[in-house]
């Protein structure tokens, strides 16, 4: 028995990220349901993502356009390079709506476990850029994981030929975060970085 | 500033049930970072539910094709029509395997808070069934809730004059169910309802 359309598209639903059979069904019943009206935008826009997004040859996001919005911005400041593990912290850090350098999305994380070594990153487009601008700093904006950490201590490592800055975001008590609920290495951590009052 | 192929594609997940902003980026992220592997089976199952989908003129379930599968399968008991209040319905009964009669979706339940009246459900296809063919028991299995109940009394009093069985779905303890955490309506209806053992 052949596969029915509907049947088609909750497999097709089921693969998204965290979307289970339930979800998947629910989806496709609500498309279905006013089909003329929902379907299309659904279908276009991804019609429009396959035809026209990439990777920015520069830092290694996903636009439209090539190079992206961020790195063809001449507002911005291409002397501060963000390092970040992936395309999501460039969106996360750009609707924080602070930070007016550049990214450079290494595509992961070193992890001897999964057989990720430093080959696998966008490192060496990363020397290349700090080689071919003035790059006055470089913030390393991973992870607070093991693997975060020990990549951006490899990468201060390999930067330190160069004479810019590297810095890494703070840590300490999140925003509206209560003391009481907080662990022990955030407390611990907020308390070493104290800072006058 | 034109809208991004990745924003147009967050915004139209976005709109599917139970997905919000985080949800849709991530989705969006997962697509177009693998795009030509991951994009066009979707992009192809709404193609096809778009085309293919149709309401059943019989019991108006979703399908292919009209007749739908199950109206126009001889091996089914045409002559026991379960009414339901929506296609999810018939998908979760189809599930559980074990009614092999018909269905016939209502599409919704009497609602006069929402000025839902007896011509927004489909009842008169249903009276029309059954005059046409020689049908011995009609389920009315409606949700367990205000809505429902007054909806599946409706249709009992509308179909008083026909010779068929009326039933509706039995009350009783889940399967896997404990006693202690069951609320009070579902454990009187269980003890009214006791059966020899």
């Given at each position: ?11 097709a ?40 997004v ?21 507002r ?16 996360a ?7 007016h ?15 990720r ?40 490592e390999?930067l ?38």
């Open positions: 028995m052949p596969v029915s359309a509907i049947d088609q598209l909750i497999t639903l089921g693969k998204l990220p965290s979307v289970g059979g339930r979800s998947a069904r629910r989806m496709a019943l609500h498309l279905v349901k006013q089909k003329q009206l929902r379907i299309p935008p659904l279908h276009q826009a991804l019609a429009r993502a396959l035809e026209e990439k990777t920015c040859s520069i830092c290694g996001a996903l636009d439209d356009t090539d190079p992206c919005r961020i790195c063809s911005d001449d911005r400041n291409h002397k501060i390079i963000c390092v970040v593990e992936d395309v999501a912290d460039v969106w850090i750009e609707r924080a709506q602070s930070f350098g550049v990214y450079h999305v290494l595509g992961g994380t070193l992890s001897a476990l999964d057989g070594g430093p080959e696998s990153l966008r490192l060496d487009s990363l020397t290349e850029r700090l080689s071919a601008q003035q790059v006055t700093e470089v913030i390393l904006a991973l992870s607070a994981t093991v693997a975060g950490q020990t990549t951006a201590h490899y990468i201060a390999r330190a030929s160069y004479s810019m800055h590297i810095t890494r975001l703070a840590h300490g008590i999140p925003m509206g975060g209560e003391l009481d609920y907080l662990d022990d290495g955030t407390l611990n951590a907020a308390l070493q970085s104290r800072l006058p009052f």
